[in-house]
């Protein structure tokens, strides 16, 4: 599993000119599923997304990050991103073989939500399959990779 992590000042997904997700201050997570992933990485993955001190404390000015998403409470954008896993090595067209199936990766997606909603923040989504705009307003700019594999 795969996800892009962002600090956002705001992030808003649209289709088709609507917009389906929108969130203040918070992260804005890229998700990718592989073929192998299964629910252990899933509850990892969310856990690291919620602990993760990406943010300042509001006490140490432009400094150290002492603050989860969870400590002060801020918001989660969560869009699946299937071309995380593509594979650019060969040829001039990605691979995406190391990608999950659509089925497989909606159901461990959904799951990925779901325990990000446990929290209590606010979760919003894109549209699981969807052409979609994401407009980030990235903070500092940080981005981060996060990475688990199953095994």
């Known amino acids: 599993m795969r996800v892009i992590i962002q600090r956002v000042k705001s992030s808003q997904v649209e289709i088709n ?3 389906v997700g929108k969130i203040g201050c918070g992260l804005n997570l890229l998700v990718g599923i592989a073929d192998t992933d299964t629910e252990a990485e899933l509850d990892w993955m969310a856990r690291k997304c919620l602990e993760l001190r990406l943010f300042p404390d509001s006490a140490s000015e432009g400094g150290r ?3 989860s998403v969870e400590d002060i409470g801020g918001e989660l954008l969560v869009v699946s991103q299937f071309t995380l896993y593509a594979d650019c090595r060969k040829g ?3 691979s995406f073989d190391r990608s999950a199936a659509p089925e497989a990766a909606e159901k461990l997606y959904d799951k990925f939500v779901e325990k990000l909603r446990q929290s209590g923040l606010k979760v919003e989504t894109g549209c ?3 052409q979609m705009q994401v407009l980030i ?4 700019p940080v981005t ?6 199953s095994g």
């Open 144 to 149: 981060l990779v996060l990475e688990r594999e």
């Open 17 to 19: 000119g609507e917009i």
């Open 137 to 140: 307003d990235n903070d500092g």
């Open 65 to 67: 990050w002492d603050k």
């Open 92 to 94: 001039r067209r990605p």
């Open 128 to 130: 699981f399959g969807a």
